[in-house]
């Protein structure tokens, strides 16, 4: 049994009065909600302790209870329940120099180092949540979790700063992301098979044009036409290519993958000066397999989507009207596409051996919400394009990111925003409002037409958008 | 009382200070109830609806609670505006520095908008991950040039603050800076959020980590009736704790732990002044005779301490389970880590521990991540 519990919350008989004063009889769940919400944490919280305490009696318990071989995944001997809760107590787990935490290449492990030096990386944390936290577990970071990228070590003035993005609804996200690439690479075969230019457009939002095989007009994707979602600038295609990054990166956690391309000699040897069975020398050889990375995106790609959820009092409620309807007309939908409809919900995760979710059933709930069509169809409430933009000279990072310029970022999705401040890329911007007028470049124009509303226009805008939320729900921390 | 205050009065004897009004028995719901769900979900809306307001007016949030505060409140109300603070991101509007500054210098960061940004782990007002690690008294820029703190879980520092004042010691801060609550929480906002903070806002926040349930000890619980969370995974096995825990709780004295991690100090007044009110503290707390206090199971005796790589104030280890990572600098993810890194006048039971057998360690860590704050339920 899943956390079927973090259902959308059944909103309570509402009795709404005057806004002078915070009105208590604002909407909570009813009792049966409750009840159904508190026995899902206690379960939850009373399993994770057993773990916690197995492990305290005999350290190692908890990582081996985590570990399932790439054997029994190839078996499908796994559904993905069991993959979501391994894959929970995996983002949850503090590793440590024992299983391969870090590295020894300045002395003993772990060398942890809070500020990165070029691609090799920290390693800055202990654990995937202790970066994702803020609104609930999975979520975003404040400004004290930024990373600091690729810097010299030590630096934090030298570093690309980067604020942790909130976790939810990633496998929708991934899922839109391999659909949208399968269409643009369609069209363009269909340019090089008949030299024809072929406008490359998926799902309404327009990547330039194709001829033939000339792919100087491909606009805010690469030339190879994948859409890559994951990562501020949007690097990374895959789920399973951000985690094993981030294992990396974050923790010195080296993945059997990326060993085997180190001894094939396909890997930078910029990991290290150890032997390809223990690049970074801290005595652990396997740090993480594909099956355990496999395990973290079968839990990632199962979470719950965010929700809008309108306020409750008419001041407000007035002012989230006003809000939804100036975000259209200012312009921020244009990047900001408020829907994506997914087609085929069917998401591929995993490196060679992929398993298979659907990202529209599978997991926790809320999910995304079908469309009127009755056929499978969902409407993805991402607010993004998943496309990258050039957003001026004043947001640029210090370099550029492989090859995607120092200005250019893939648009952010701004679902669950409510919960995850600070804002922008490295956390710059306290406030929504903040953030807006620090856009420049592509959203200039939309940038100006914000600054040209009226305040409470402005502050409408700013309401309509800390309702993009996560379904709230109780949890034992 | 009243009689004499008049008396005085009458007496021309200048205006007295006022007898700070007494606040109402702290009363919890069950922190694992219906009820405790209900009002956490009203915080979290309340919050949400407060920030909304500030986007609509910057400043909203700060200047609300100001005026909430001043409308006389009770002693709970100002815990719950407290909490808010304490959960508020603070903007430019409420005097945020544009700058950030990760590491500080010494005009301090900032390097958070938010109490809460780094103490989250293990429940509200808790702990902070190595990442939230603050970097003090350096140069603005190179993490090797500043000191590492690693934000401690805030809770039961009402009474640290009156066993500190009964004991003579400054308890707060890694190497004990600070007598008062409220002396470091205006210094922790002036250095992490470059704000100087309003003192009733002060107040509000000491009220709440003051009305925070206790640490206490918890013995871990065999999950019988739990089945596998999926299937083809195993259930968990019933594992009886209690003959560990028992060894353990004796380990934790032989071993030489308790000579500097005091299982308990006795404290002789629990009443608590904060925000002009007097607080009880000893609903939680039980009167001994024997020791005419109440004795405190902080785990800490309150002093400093050589521990081979400089003097730290023994850490309280109480609510120690869920605030990994571990140490000043949080450099140890795991007890072991922490225990080996004693050394100094902690050398000795560093070098017991590490003789023990394995099991004995299992025993002693299982009556170590018994000491936690009690399972509540909380709206993130």
Known sequence: ?477 | MKGLVIALLVLGCGDPPPAPEVCAPIEWSHPLSIERAREEHLHLERRRHLRMKAALSPGFVLDHVSQALDANPSCAEIGRLGRLLFEHDHTFADGLPRQFRRVQDDRGGPEATACRSCHWRGGPAGAGALVDNAFLHGDGDAIASAEARNPPPLLGLALVELLGREHGVEPFGWRGEFATLRGFIADSARGHFGIEMRPEHIEAIVMYLARLELPTTVLPVPPRDLETAAAPLPGPTAFEYDAQWAEGYQLFDEVGCSTCHTRSLVLKSATYVVAGRQLDLSSQLTWDPDQGGYPVFVYSDLQMHDLGRGAYLTRRLWGLNGSAPYLHDGSAPFLDHAIAAHGGEAAFARDRFEALTGDERGALRIFLMSLRRPWALAVP
């Open chain 1, 1 to 477: 049994m899943l956390h079927a519990a973090r259902l959308i919350p059944v909103v309570a008989a509402l009795t709404v009065t005057s806004d002078a004063v915070w009105a208590p009889q604002l909407a909570v769940p009813s009792d049966a909600a409750l009840i159904e919400q508190i026995d899902d944490a206690l379960d939850f919280r009373l399993r994770e302790d057993h773990d916690v305490m197995l492990d305290a009696w005999e350290p190692g318990e908890l990582l081996n209870h985590a570990s399932l071989t790439q054997g029994l995944l190839d078996a499908d001997t796994y559904g993905l329940d069991a993959l979501f809760v391994v894959g929970d107590e995996l983002f949850e787990y503090a590793f440590r120099p024992e299983d391969g935490l870090g590295n020894g290449l300045h002395g003993p492990p772990p060398n942890m180092r809070r500020v990165h030096a070029g691609e090799f990386g920290g390693p800055d944390a202990y654990a995937c949540s202790s970066c994702h936290f803020l609104g609930g577990p999975d979520g975003a970071g404040t400004q004290t979790q930024n990373a600091f990228f690729r810097s010299d070590g030590d630096s934090t003035l030298g570093a690309d700063e980067r604020n942790p993005p909130h976790l939810l609804g990633l496998g929708p996200v991934a899922a839109l992301a391999q659909e949208m690439t399968r269409e643009l690479q369609a069209l363009r075969d269909h340019a090089r098979a008949t030299g024809e230019t072929v406008a490359l457009v998926s799902k309404g939002i327009d990547f330039g044009t194709i001829t033939g095989d000339d792919d100087a007009g491909i606009v805010g994707v690469d030339p190879d036409l994948v859409i890559r979602p994951f990562g501020w600038k949007g690097h990374r295609a895959t789920l399973f290519g951000i985690v094993e990054e981030s294992f990396r990166i974050h923790l010195g956690i080296v993945s059997t993958g990326l060993q085997a391309a180190i001894r094939d000699g396909l890997a930078p040897d910029a990991f290290g000066d150890g032997p390809w069975h223990d690049v970074d020398r801290d005595g652990v050889s396997v740090e993480v397999d594909d099956a355990m990375l496999t395990t973290v995106v079968a839990y990632l790609a199962q979470l719950e989507v965010p929700i809008v959820r309108p306020p409750q009092t008419p001041d407000l409620q007035a002012a989230f009207a006003v809000g939804q309807a100036r975000f259209d007309a200012v312009g921020c939908a244009t990047c900001h596409v408020p829907a994506l409809t997914l087609y085929d919900t069917v998401l591929e995760a995993g490196r060679d051996n992929p398993i298979t979710i659907d990202v529209a059933h599978d997991g926790e709930s809320p999910k995304p919400e079908p469309t009127d069509a009755s056929n499978g169809i969902v409407r993805v409430r991402l607010f993004s394009d998943l496309k990258r933009h050039d957003m001026g000279p004043e947001l640029a990072t210090p370099a550029g990111q492989s090859n995607i310029p120092a200005s250019h970022f893939l648009t952010r999705p701004l679902w669950g925003l409510a919960d995850t401040a600070p804002y922008l890329h490295d956390g710059r911007a306290p406030t929504v409002h903040d953030a807006i007028i620090m856009h420049g470049g592509a959203a200039s124009a939309a940038r100006d037409a914000y600054r040209a509303l009226p305040a409470d226009e402005q502050g409408a805008i700013g309401v309509y958008l800390l309702s993009l939320t996560r379904a709230p729900a109780v949890h034992v921390p």
